[in-house]
């Protein structure tokens, strides 16, 4: 074979279609005569064009890749790297070397599908916990009662554009080096949509769609939380023309809670006793959301220790079960005592050798959650 094409256009011999097709529309970009008229550079231009006569057709590869000159068979006609059916003349090829590919063309629909909505919603802590039932306004765009989406007033209706004639689109041919182009824009008379609407609807404006202010229910799950966005599909914004609406999201916020914290499905208070309560033990009551109970306090709790009620925490958002409610225990000591309180602490730190503590001292500060981490860490 007197010419490698594979070696022309720069791609392997196993190369695919589409390889071989990009490789040619680089090269294409860069040689053509009326980019780069230099004598050589147009000779180049010739080769890549044979090149790609050649393995661009699946019957001319065949011949070449068993030996045979594809071109000698074929008159020559497509060698000599005119405008034939099968090289660069091919018009489709030279635009999408140039321009890409088209982009679909023809007049577009005023029926298009509405945006998404988005409101806030504010819940209590129980609310949360347990899932409840409420009920919301919106406002929210709402077919036109009045033309049902159409646009048009009644008596009316749209009518077929006379500038593109319902094409959507006008063309204009203009010069480049090339030759003739054909461009194609959007009709200005019609906007593209190929038809007109010469009396649009008094009440949404030719728009197809009004704002209402509507009520809706929404069931809140057990177990949400801030952030927690809930969908109710086609409750969102119609779209012009009428189109399908599209959707319409609840965002919950919860409000926060006089006793309780929430961290995650747990939550968490602070119980504050005083000294002799916490060295003789007690019973403290508190109202959860499931109702009024006691806390144990058990003799000798120390300032920072934890009582855990399992499962009166959130209800998981997925799976069964609910957290559980921690209540942190801070021991008060008191700041003023009368003669006689005095004195009896002093026979009750006599009675203990405690008239001179030593004290235990420990690296850091040891606050309220350094102590949890140390519980949990076993030191």
């Known amino acids: 074979m007197a010419t490698d094409y594979y070696a022309v256009l720069g791609v392997r011999r196993d190369a695919s ?60 006609g497509g060698g000599a790297g005119g405008f ?29 599908r509405g945006q ?46 006379d500038m593109c004639r319902g094409r959507g689109e006008v ?23 190929g038809t007109v609407v010469p009396t649009p609807c008094p009440e949404c404006a ?25 969908q109710l599909a086609g409750e969102g914004e119609v779209g012009p023309g009428g189109g399908p609406a599209g959707d319409l999201y609840v965002e919950i916020h919860e409000l926060p809670h006089a006793v309780f914290q929430r961290r995650g499905d747990d939550l968490h208070c602070t119980v504050t006793i005083p000294m002799t ?3 003789l033990g007690t019973k403290v009551p508190l109202e959860t959301l499931d109702g009024l109970e006691e806390i144990d306090i058990r003799p000798g709790t120390q300032s920072g220790q934890s009582v855990p009620l399992h499962g009166r925490g959130i209800t998981h ?17 008191p700041t003023k005592l009368d003669p006689e309180q005095e004195r009896l602490l002093r026979e009750l730190a006599k009675a203990r050798g405690e008239e001179r503590p ?12 350094s102590r949890l981490k140390d519980a949990f860490n076993g030191r």
């Open 17 to 76: 279609q589409d390889e071989i097709k990009k490789a040619f529309r680089r090269l294409a970009r860069e040689l053509h005569p009326d980019v780069n008229p230099d004598p050589k550079t147009q000779e180049r231009f010739k080769e890549i064009n044979a090149a790609y006569e050649v393995l661009s057709d699946p019957q001319k590869k065949q011949v070449y890749d068993l030996g045979g000159d594809p071109l000698s068979q074929a008159g020559g």
């Open 84 to 112: 034939g059916a099968g090289g660069f003349g091919n018009f489709s090829d030279i635009m999408d070397a140039f321009f890409g590919t088209a982009s679909q063309r023809g007049p577009r629909s005023r029926t298009r």
């Open 116 to 161: 998404d909505a988005m409101i806030r919603l504010e819940i209590d802590l129980d609310e949360a916990a347990f899932g409840t039932t409420k009920d919301i306004q919106v406002d929210t765009a709402v077919v036109c009662t009045t033309c049902s989406g159409e646009g048009a007033a009644p008596g009316t209706s749209a009518q077929t554009c």
């Open 171 to 193: 063309s204009q041919v203009t010069r480049s080096f090339l030759g003739q182009v054909m461009t194609s824009r959007p009709c200005p008379q019609c906007q593209g949509f």
């Open 206 to 230: 030719g728009d197809g769609r009004i704002r209402s202010r509507r009520t809706l229910t929404v069931k809140i799950p057990a177990g949400v939380d801030n952030g927690t966005r809930i």
């Open 277 to 279: 309560a916490a060295a």
């Open 317 to 333: 958002l997925r799976g069964g079960g609910r957290g559980d409610l921690i209540v942190h225990v801070e021991v008060l000591t």
């Open 358 to 369: 030593t004290g235990q001292f420990q690296p850091g500060q040891q606050g309220l959650f």
